[in-house]
C-alpha cells in the first residue's frame, strides 16, 4: 500500500473515531436530543458550507425538483435517524447505544429481501444470526427492567433507520457532489427537528454549548470533509470496514472516562463487530 493511501487509511480512522466521539459528548449533555440533533445538522452544515465556499466551489451543481427532493427526504430519515441514536445512547449507554446501530447490515439485508427479492446467502444469516445472538447477550443486563430494554430498542431503532438511509440512497439517483448533497441533508435535517426544541435552546447552558459545536462542527463536519478526502484514496468497500469500529472507539474512550463495559457487553458487543466486519468484508470482496 503506498504512503498516500496509508496516510488515507488513518485518515478514515480519525473520521470513524471523530463520529463515535459524538455519542460521548451526547451522553452527558442536558440538552433535549432534538436540540442535539438539529444543532448537529445546522453546525455540520455550517462546516461542510464553508468548505464549498473556500475550497470546493466547483461541487455546487444545479439539481432538479426531483433531486432536491430526494435530498430533502434523506435529511428527515437523517433526523429521525439520529433521534433514535442519540437517545439510545443517553438512556442505554455508550456502549450499548453505539452496539445496537452497528446492527444496521442486518436491516438493510432484511430490507432488501422485503422490497426487491434478492436471495439472502447462508454467509449472510449466519452473520445475522451471530448478530441476533450478541444482541441477546447485550439485553441480559436489562432484562428484568423494562426502561433499559426500551432504551435498546431505541438503539436497534438507530440501526433499522440507518438501513433504511442506505437502502433509499441506492436506489435514487442525484447529480450532486458528495459534500453539496450532504449540505443539503444537513440543511433539511436541521431544520425538520428544530421545531421540536427550539423553545429551550435559550436555556442551554455554556458547557452544552461547546459540546454542541463539537458534536456538528467537529465530530460531522469535520469528521465528513475528512472522510470525503480520504476516499479518493481508499475504495469505499474498505472504508466501510474500518467505519464498523465507530462501537470499538465509542466504547474506548467511554472507558477512558471511567466507564468500564460488563462482560456481556464484551462478548455481545465482539459478537455483533466480529459478524458486521465478516458480512462487510465478504460483500465487499476486499
Given at each position: 500500500?503506498?504512503?498516500t493511501?496509508?496516510h488515507?487509511?488513518?485518515?478514515?480512522?480519525?473520521?470513524?473515531a471523530?463520529f463515535?466521539?459524538?455519542?460521548?459528548?451526547?451522553?452527558?449533555?442536558?440538552?433535549?436530543v432534538?436540540?442535539?440533533v438539529?444543532m448537529?445538522?445546522?453546525?455540520?452544515?455550517?462546516?461542510?458550507?464553508?468548505?464549498?465556499?473556500?475550497?470546493?466551489?466547483?461541487q455546487?451543481?444545479?439539481?432538479?425538483?426531483?433531486?432536491w427532493?430526494?435530498?430533502?427526504?434523506?435529511?428527515?430519515?437523517?433526523?429521525?435517524h439520529?433521534?433514535c441514536?442519540?437517545?439510545?445512547?443517553i438512556?442505554?449507554?455508550?456502549a450499548?447505544?453505539?452496539?445496537g446501530f452497528?446492527?444496521?447490515?442486518?436491516?438493510?439485508?432484511?430490507?432488501?429481501?422485503?422490497?426487491?427479492?434478492?436471495?439472502?446467502?447462508?454467509?449472510?444469516?449466519l452473520?445475522?444470526s451471530?448478530?441476533i445472538?450478541?444482541?441477546?447477550?447485550?439485553?441480559?443486563?436489562?432484562f428484568?427492567d423494562?426502561?433499559?430494554?426500551?432504551?435498546?430498542?431505541w438503539?436497534?431503532?438507530?440501526?433499522?433507520?440507518?438501513?433504511?438511509?442506505l437502502?433509499?440512497?441506492?436506489r435514487?439517483?442525484?447529480k450532486?457532489?458528495?459534500?453539496?448533497?450532504?449540505?443539503?441533508?444537513f440543511?433539511?435535517?436541521?431544520?425538520f427537528?428544530l421545531?421540536f426544541?427550539?423553545?429551550?435552546?435559550?436555556?442551554?447552558?455554556?458547557d452544552d454549548v461547546?459540546?454542541?459545536?463539537?458534536?456538528?462542527?467537529?465530530?460531522?463536519?469535520v469528521a465528513?470533509t475528512?472522510?470525503?478526502?480520504?476516499?479518493q484514496?481508499?475504495?469505499?468497500?474498505?472504508?466501510?470496514?474500518?467505519i464498523t469500529?465507530?462501537?470499538?472507539?465509542?466504547?474506548?474512550?467511554?472507558?477512558?472516562?471511567g466507564t468500564?463495559?460488563t462482560?456481556?457487553?464484551?462478548?455481545?458487543?465482539?459478537l455483533?463487530i466480529?459478524?458486521?466486519?465478516?458480512?462487510?468484508?465478504?460483500v465487499?470482496d476486499?
Amino acid at each position: 500500500m503506498t504512503t498516500t493511501k496509508n496516510h488515507a487509511v488513518l485518515l478514515v480512522h480519525l473520521s470513524t473515531a471523530l463520529f463515535a466521539l459524538s455519542a460521548v459528548f451526547a451522553k452527558n449533555m442536558e440538552v433535549s436530543v432534538t436540540n442535539i440533533v438539529s444543532m448537529r445538522a445546522l453546525l455540520a452544515a455550517l462546516a461542510l458550507g464553508l468548505v464549498l465556499a473556500f475550497f470546493k466551489k466547483n461541487q455546487w451543481r444545479r439539481l432538479n425538483v426531483k433531486e432536491w427532493g430526494h435530498l430533502i427526504t434523506l435529511g428527515g430519515l437523517l433526523a429521525l435517524h439520529w433521534l433514535c441514536f442519540f437517545i439510545g445512547v443517553i438512556e442505554a449507554g455508550i456502549a450499548v447505544g453505539t452496539l445496537g446501530f452497528a446492527c444496521f447490515p442486518v436491516f438493510v439485508a432484511l430490507i432488501n429481501k422485503t422490497l426487491y427479492g434478492p436471495i439472502i446467502s447462508k454467509y449472510e444469516w449466519l452473520c445475522i444470526s451471530v448478530i441476533i445472538v450478541g444482541l441477546s447477550i447485550l439485553s441480559l443486563d436489562s432484562f428484568l427492567d423494562s426502561d433499559s430494554l426500551l432504551a435498546l430498542a431505541w438503539a436497534i431503532a438507530s440501526g433499522a433507520s440507518y438501513a433504511v438511509i442506505l437502502v433509499y440512497n441506492q436506489r435514487v439517483s442525484v447529480k450532486g457532489s458528495a459534500i453539496q448533497s450532504s449540505w443539503i441533508q444537513f440543511v433539511s435535517c436541521g431544520l425538520f427537528a428544530l421545531p421540536f426544541g427550539v423553545s429551550s435552546l435559550p436555556a442551554i447552558n455554556a458547557d452544552d454549548v461547546v459540546a454542541l459545536i463539537v458534536i456538528g462542527f467537529l465530530c460531522t463536519g469535520v469528521a465528513y470533509t475528512v472522510l470525503t478526502k480520504a476516499l479518493q484514496s481508499v475504495p469505499s468497500s474498505k472504508a466501510a470496514v474500518v467505519i464498523t469500529l465507530e462501537p470499538v472507539w465509542a466504547i474506548l474512550f467511554a472507558a477512558l472516562l471511567g466507564t468500564v463495559p460488563t462482560v456481556s457487553v464484551l462478548i455481545g458487543g465482539g459478537l455483533i463487530i466480529a459478524a458486521v466486519t465478516a458480512r462487510t468484508l465478504k460483500v465487499s470482496d476486499v
